[in-house]
Structure formats: structure tokens, C-alpha cells
């Protein structure tokens, strides 16, 4: 596959290769089933372990918002496996911390943000007696469902710039966190737990 990879490269002259929206999820399943085996893996470099877990998480967090309703309660438990496997990876990895005190300034998009806020909490919370794996799980899931009430309001608005918004926007736009909470509430057909879906309702508080 890797030659493959590398003659469509030199005779297309491109960098990127695209999937189609329908082979996500077969992509997300490679992905974990990757990052669980890299996790462990001392001679892996740490910037290899991040690009594939920021790549699950963030695909992840795309195949949430693209969800129709009638679906999204299997959909927000699949997010359930997926923080279960990255909050594994951070245990894992001891140079993690430093690591991410290294990364260049950028200015993330939703699900980059999703992705980072769940994995700088889950690093926070190593430093704490009474915190475990589970805490971590806990944490990178409900990063992953924050902002999922954005995905009711119109797309141009939940992309724009805070400094761009009138008043109304900024009205409607600040109302996400009570419309993620609702969501969760009618979709989860499993049932979030309280500590979830309190960090939903407040992450802005």
C-alpha cells in the first residue's frame, strides 16, 4: 500500500489523498485498531502517536455532527470506545505532557479544538491523587460532545468568528452548550452519565 501510495503521489503530484465520506468509519476503525498497537510501542515516535490519535479523534468528531438523529445514539457510544482508547494511549505515554507543552501556537478548527481541550484535560488530570483512567475517559468523551449542539445551528454560523457576530448570532451561537445538553439527553439511548453531561451543559461557564 505504501508503494502505491508513493506512485500516485509522484504521478499526480499531490501530497493528499481523500476517502470517500462513506469509508469513514472503515477509517476510524484502522485508526484505533492503529493507536492502540502504537501505544505501548517505545520506539514509535510521540509525534506519530499524536498525528493518528488527532486524526481518529477529529474524523470522529465529524462523523458525530454528520449523524443523522435517528442514529446518533450509536454514534455518541462509538465516541465512548474511542475516548476509552486515547485516554489509554495518554496513560501510556510518560513524555506526553512535555510533548504537548512543545506544540507550535495554532488556531484550531472545531474539531481540532474538540481533540486538544479533551487531551490538555486528560494530561491535567495525571497530577491529581484521586484521578484515574477512567477520569481521562471521562473527560476526552465529553470534549468530544461539547459542542454538538453547534450542529443544530446554520454551518456558516458555527464556523464563524466570535468577533464577526451581531448580537443575535452571538445569542443563538452561545445557546450550544444548553442544545448539546438537550441532544444528549433524547439520543443517548445507553444513558451519558451526570459528570458527562454536566461538562457539556457548563464547558463555557
Given at each position: 500500500?505504501?508503494?502505491?501510495?508513493?506512485?500516485?503521489?509522484?504521478?499526480?503530484?499531490?501530497?493528499?489523498?481523500?476517502?470517500?465520506?462513506?469509508?469513514?468509519?472503515?477509517?476510524?476503525?484502522?485508526?484505533?485498531?492503529?493507536?492502540?498497537?502504537?501505544?505501548?510501542?517505545?520506539?514509535?515516535?510521540?509525534?506519530?502517536?499524536?498525528?493518528?490519535?488527532?486524526?481518529?479523534?477529529?474524523?470522529?468528531?465529524?462523523?458525530?455532527?454528520?449523524?443523522?438523529?435517528?442514529?446518533?445514539?450509536?454514534?455518541?457510544?462509538?465516541?465512548?470506545?474511542?475516548?476509552?482508547?486515547?485516554?489509554?494511549?495518554?496513560?501510556?505515554?510518560?513524555?506526553?505532557?512535555?510533548?504537548?507543552?512543545?506544540?507550535p501556537e495554532v488556531e484550531p478548527h472545531l474539531e481540532s479544538q474538540a481533540f486538544l481541550t479533551g487531551l490538555f484535560a486528560s494530561i491535567v488530570s495525571k497530577r491529581f491523587s484521586w484521578a484515574t483512567i477512567r477520569t481521562r475517559e471521562t473527560l476526552i468523551f465529553a470534549s468530544f460532545l461539547c459542542d454538538l449542539g453547534l450542529a443544530t445551528l446554520p454551518r456558516e454560523l458555527s464556523r464563524m468568528r466570535a468577533k464577526r457576530m451581531n448580537a443575535e448570532q452571538r445569542q443563538q451561537f452561545e445557546s450550544h452548550p444548553e442544545l448539546a445538553y438537550r441532544m444528549h439527553q433524547e439520543c443517548d439511548a445507553k444513558g451519558l452519565s451526570e459528570n458527562i453531561s454536566l461538562i457539556v451543559r457548563e464547558h463555557h461557564e
Open positions: 500500500m505504501e508503494a502505491e501510495l508513493k506512485d500516485y503521489e509522484l504521478d499526480r503530484g499531490m501530497r493528499s489523498v481523500y476517502f470517500l465520506r462513506t469509508h469513514r468509519r472503515l477509517y476510524l476503525n484502522a485508526s484505533s485498531l492503529l493507536l492502540q498497537k502504537m501505544a505501548g510501542l517505545p520506539l514509535v515516535p510521540l509525534k506519530a502517536k499524536f498525528g493518528v490519535a488527532r486524526i481518529l479523534c477529529e474524523l470522529y468528531i465529524q462523523e458525530l455532527f454528520e449523524t443523522p438523529e435517528e442514529q446518533r445514539a450509536s454514534a455518541v457510544e462509538r465516541g465512548r470506545e474511542i475516548a476509552g482508547i486515547v485516554a489509554a494511549w495518554v496513560d501510556a505515554d510518560a513524555g506526553l505532557e512535555s510533548f504537548l507543552l512543545e506544540l
